[in-house]
């Protein structure tokens, strides 16, 4: 399956703002792209933006800008290679002991700016403790949070954490995924927050504009599996952006000064006709 991916972001600057930007694909999925995912950062003043790029604690591809005053418009269009296939469930898969647990997972069992494992710890083992470890505790969670939130965009908060999702009981995805990440935490199941594009592939398209996702990975049997509280289904065509401890790893945009969005575009589409978006994207 070709998928074509990408968005048009802009942000009103006052002053010159350094910015963090994690708008690229994961270094793992790059081998999958058809063409270049090209960033193009255009000010409205005309000054030149500098840029350069590094891999964060957790892998992920970030891009350091310089913003000069005015609007800043950042881009990019490109076209990736997908399996087509929806995530894969794996319910044997076992839960291991913490002892026996890689070192480099352990950070992903600690409570985190948005995921307060102290005050959920009690509720997650009242809810959960009677499942069976591994997969099936998962999915109890997933099902759970699932049900307990109220999508909408106008629930969004920038400040809102799990525990305060949890006391709403409404939200947007990355608060299905900060309430799920802690539960299992709580639970002593490594898990980490992902971003990315979700498109509507696969499944009827939905009355919202289409966004960025948020969904999460847990360590299980001895690797990483997909699961998505928001939509609770397995999903075709995921494109991850970054991976960390919650979405302050990963947003798409940490600004050191004033930077107003004021321009907000994304795609993710199946592509049916190669050759129209090859012209597309190349123009």
């Given at each position: 399956m070709l998928i074509r991916a990408g968005y048009e972001i802009s942000y009103d600057c006052a002053q010159t703002t350094p910015m963090l930007l994690l708008l690229s694909i994961v270094p793992d999925r790059e081998p999958d792209l058809r063409t270049p995912q090209r960033m193009?950062?255009?000010?409205?003043?005309?000054?030149?933006?500098?840029?350069?790029?590094?891999r964060d604690g957790f892998n992920n591809a970030v891009t350091r800008v310089v913003a000069p005053p005015g609007r800043l418009t950042i881009s990019a269009d490109f076209l990736?290679?997908?399996?087509?296939?929806?995530?894969p469930a794996v319910p044997d898969a076992e839960q291991h002991r913490i002892a026996d647990l890689p070192d480099e997972v352990l950070v992903f069992l600690l409570g985190?700016?948005?995921c307060e494992t102290d005050k959920l710890s009690d509720q997650a083992w009242s809810l959960f403790g009677h499942t069976r470890p591994g997969w099936e505790r998962v999915q109890a969670?997933?099902?759970?949070?699932?049900?307990r939130i109220t999508f909408g965009y106008e629930h969004?908060?920038?400040?809102?954490?799990?525990?305060e999702a949890n006391e709403e009981?409404?939200?947007?995805?990355?608060?299905?995924?900060?309430?799920?990440?802690?539960y299992c935490r709580c639970m002593n199941i490594p898990t980490r927050y992902v971003t990315?594009?979700?498109?509507?592939?696969?499944?009827?398209?939905?009355?919202?504009?289409?966004?960025?996702?948020?969904?999460?990975?847990?360590?299980?049997?001895?690797?990483?599996?997909?699961?998505?509280?928001?939509?609770?289904?397995?999903?075709?065509?995921?494109?991850?952006?970054?991976?960390?401890?919650?979405?302050?790893?990963?947003?798409?945009?940490?600004?050191?000064?004033?930077?107003?969005?004021?321009?907000f575009h994304v795609i993710t589409d199946e592509v049916k006709d190669e050759a129209a978006a090859l012209a597309a994207v190349k123009a």
């Open positions: 193009s950062l255009t000010s409205s003043s005309g000054e030149p933006v500098p840029v350069r790029h590094y990736i290679e997908d399996s087509g296939l929806h995530d985190s700016r948005y969670i997933c099902d759970h949070v699932h049900d969004a908060r920038s400040t809102k954490t799990a525990f009981r409404k939200g947007v995805c990355r608060d299905f995924t900060h309430l799920a990440v802690t990315g594009y979700l498109g509507d592939i696969g499944v009827p398209p939905v009355d919202y504009p289409m966004d960025f996702s948020a969904w999460f990975e847990v360590y299980l049997g001895g690797r990483w599996h997909t699961f998505d509280a928001r939509h609770n289904t397995p999903r075709i065509g995921r494109i991850l952006m970054g991976r960390g401890r919650d979405a302050t790893d990963v947003a798409i945009s940490t600004a050191f000064g004033s930077a107003r969005l004021s321009g």
